[in-house]
T-cell receptor, first 114, second 111 residues
């Protein structure tokens, strides 16, 4: 049973650049959520995708955008990178039909902005 | 809004029992999750409480009191591998994926 996978594992960018992170949900899951986790903090909800649409959004600027594909995989895009965007980006998947509540996390992408 | 409080750090001895508390003040509430996160790794699901009371799952138990806005995670027979951050998170009314996490409790298990 394949778990949540994310790529790349690590990434280094400079201020002003753009980045795309990728996520494949756990087998059988149809919903993907993205979280940002700064060092020493708990994850913060960015947004959730279901049926290829953004369904919920946290307090993140429009520089953060996403996409979900027909195979349920998802991308997170961040434009005009700031130093403060350096964090671990976590993808979590769940199944709406199963109540959609328990989310399973991927290993994350560690982004460093210089 | 949501406000979640948990201790920053705790230390316990191998073989002992430790209780990690979490209090929350929220504008709405459906349930409370506990996740374990080892350094540099993804959070892994431990428990989900919706109703008041204690739920036991092996060495780990989780308790919820909705009226008091309080939960705890109880770890028994501590092992060195239990050294990790333990994250408390609440889910919004009606369920859904927009979890609000606390900052996590860093547990160190010593010999």
């Amino acid at each position: 049973d394949a778990g949540v996978t994310q790529s790349p594992t690590h990434l280094i960018k400079t201020r002003g650049q753009q980045v795309t992170l990728r996520c494949s949900p756990k087998s059988g899951h149809d919903t993907v959520s993205w979280y940002q986790q700064a060092l020493g903090q708990g994850p913060q909800f960015i947004f959730q995708y279901y049926e290829e649409e953004e369904r919920q959004r946290g307090n993140f600027p429009d520089r953060f955008s996403g996409h979900q594909f027909p195979n349920y995989s998802s991308e997170l895009n961040v434009n005009a990178l700031l130093l403060g965007d350096s964090a671990l980006y976590l993808c979590a998947s769940s199944l709406v039909a199963g109540g959609g509540e328990t989310q399973y996390f991927g290993p994350g992408t560690r982004l460093l902005v210089l | 809004g949501q406000n979640i409080d948990q201790p920053t750090e705790m230390t316990a001895t191998e073989g002992a029992i430790v209780q990690i508390n979490c209090t929350y003040q929220t504008s709405g509430f459906n349930g409370l999750f506990w996740y374990q996160q080892h350094a540099g790794e993804a959070p892994t699901f431990l428990s989900y409480n919706v109703l008041d009371g204690l739920e036991e799952k092996g060495r780990f138990s989780s308790f919820l009191s909705r009226s008091k806005g309080y939960s705890y995670l109880l770890l028994k027979e501590l092992q060195m591998k239990d050294s990790a951050s333990y994250l408390c998170a609440v889910s919004p009314p009606g369920g859904g994926n927009k979890l609000t996490f606390g900052t996590g409790t860093q547990l160190k298990v010593e010999l």
